[in-house]
């Protein structure tokens, strides 16, 4: 709080202490969940402790090719849809962030 009211003066800093309660969602093996689900025409971006949040952009390119891929007749559970990276050229497997994925051996933390 000291350092964002010494950032934004007109902020100002609490008297008392106060609280903030949040959802904090993340996955058994920290790799966020991008899929479609059993609800037709629902898909999601979860799972993913918020450290996603700069791959925002990507994330809904994901879902984006996610979607297209169902209105084409596609079922990425059966044939995943693959996702080739604008400036790299690269192939990403979607099925790496499916609901239906094996989860990795992890230490269950951020550090894998």
Known sequence: ?????????????PLKLLGIGALYD???DWIP???????NG???????????????????????????????GID???NPVEFIGESTGNAIN???FSRLRTQ?????NVMG
């Open 104 to 108: 990795g051996v992890t230490a269950g």
């Open 1 to 13: 709080m000291l350092r964002l009211a010494r950032r934004l003066p007109d902020f100002g800093v």
């Open 26 to 28: 993340v996955t058994d």
């Open 33 to 39: 969940l991008y899929d479609k689900s059993s609800l």
């Open 94 to 96: 979607l099925s790496a």
């Open 76 to 78: 990425h559970d059966v």
């Open 42 to 72: 629902f898909f999601m971006a979860c799972g993913t402790s918020g450290n996603q949040f700069k791959n925002a952009p990507l994330v809904g390119k994901f879902i984006r090719a996610l979607v297209e891929a169902q209105e084409q």
